[in-house]
């Protein structure tokens, strides 16, 4: 039992060792590449802690090899398209000019009830605000709405913007110095600005953060 323990606390960390290696993606993001090699890790981890009398090594080296293979396999998708649309396809239009391309979308085996809830997650409850909806080889549905669906801009009312990039400064009490290097601000400037807030210090402060309108907004710890 001890041994199956240890294992499986070894291989916990080697593969998140692997995947870090990797390269950072989210679970929703995966492409096919990711998904297969992901799930066959998963499996070769899994036979020397189901079978504690298997060497390590009967998991290791199948992890190494996949890892070495995904990352030759996306240097090829850096530097081909044939290979990156081979390996994980090319993104699909199933909405062009307001209507459904119905050859494409039978092809994907993509359904019309599919297209409407994924169009309702973005936000869009109606077909008529869409213009083009393209389907991403990851499965994401990426929208481009109508003139006079899309979201008001400055520029439509005749003003410009600030010029202010968003920014966090404080999460739970640390000063995300990186970010007020961005937003041009100092530690000095930062805890005046708290102060007015009613903070004494960064101690008290859950969530500090600024607008592309260099508005503040602050939460104090509970």
Same mark, same amino acid.
């Given at each position: 039992?001890?041994?199956?323990?240890?294992?499986?606390?070894?291989?916990?960390?080697?593969?998140?060792?692997?995947?870090?290696?990797?390269?950072?993606?989210?679970?929703?993001?995966?492409?096919?590449?990711?998904?297969?090699?992901?799930?066959?890790?998963?499996?070769? *981890? &899994?036979? %020397?802690?189901?079978?504690?009398?298997?060497? +390590?090594?009967?998991?290791? /080296?199948?992890?190494?090899? @996949?890892?070495?293979?995904?990352?030759?396999?996306?240097?090829?998708?850096?530097?081909?398209?044939?290979?990156?649309?081979?390996?994980?396809?090319?993104?699909?239009?199933?909405?062009?000019?307001?209507?459904?391309?119905?050859?494409?979308?039978?092809?994907?085996?993509?359904?019309?009830?599919?297209?409407?809830?994924?169009?309702?997650?973005?936000?869009?409850?109606?077909?008529?605000?869409?213009?083009?909806?393209?389907?991403?080889?990851?499965?994401?549905?990426?929208?481009?709405?109508?003139? *006079? &669906?899309? %979201?008001?801009?400055?520029?439509?009312?005749? +003003?410009?913007?600030?010029? /202010?990039?968003?920014?966090? @400064?404080?999460?739970?009490?640390?000063?995300?110095?990186?970010?007020?290097?961005?937003?041009?601000?100092?530690?000095?400037?930062?805890?005046?600005?708290?102060?007015?807030?009613?903070?004494?210090?960064?101690?008290?402060?859950?969530?500090?953060?600024?607008?592309?309108?260099?508005?503040?907004?602050?939460?104090?710890?509970?």
């Amino acid at each position: 039992m001890l041994t199956v323990l240890l294992r499986t606390v070894f291989f916990y960390f080697f593969l998140l060792l692997v995947l870090r290696l990797m390269g950072k993606r989210e679970l929703g993001s995966l492409g096919p590449l990711e998904l297969v090699i992901t799930f066959i890790m998963a499996e070769a *981890a &899994a036979i %020397p802690i189901e079978n504690p009398e298997r060497p +390590l090594v009967y998991g290791i /080296i199948p992890i190494l090899t @996949l890892m070495a293979l995904e990352l030759i396999l996306s240097k090829l998708c850096l530097i081909s398209a044939t290979w990156r649309h081979l390996i994980s396809g090319r993104p699909t239009v199933v909405i062009e000019n307001g209507r459904f391309v119905v050859r494409e979308m039978r092809r994907l085996r993509y359904t019309i009830n599919d297209l409407l809830e994924q169009l309702r997650q973005k936000g869009y409850d109606s077909l008529s605000d869409v213009d083009t909806a393209i389907l991403e080889s990851n499965g994401e549905l990426s929208v481009l709405p109508k003139e *006079a &669906a899309r %979201p008001l801009r400055l520029a439509d009312i005749g +003003l410009a913007g600030s010029g /202010i990039k968003p920014c966090v @400064l404080v999460i739970d009490g640390q000063v995300q110095k990186e970010d007020l290097a961005k937003c041009g601000i100092d530690e000095a400037a930062l805890h005046a600005l708290l102060q007015r807030h009613g903070c004494r210090h960064t101690g008290e402060v859950l969530f500090a953060g600024m607008d592309n309108m260099g508005k503040v907004f602050v939460q104090r710890k509970e």
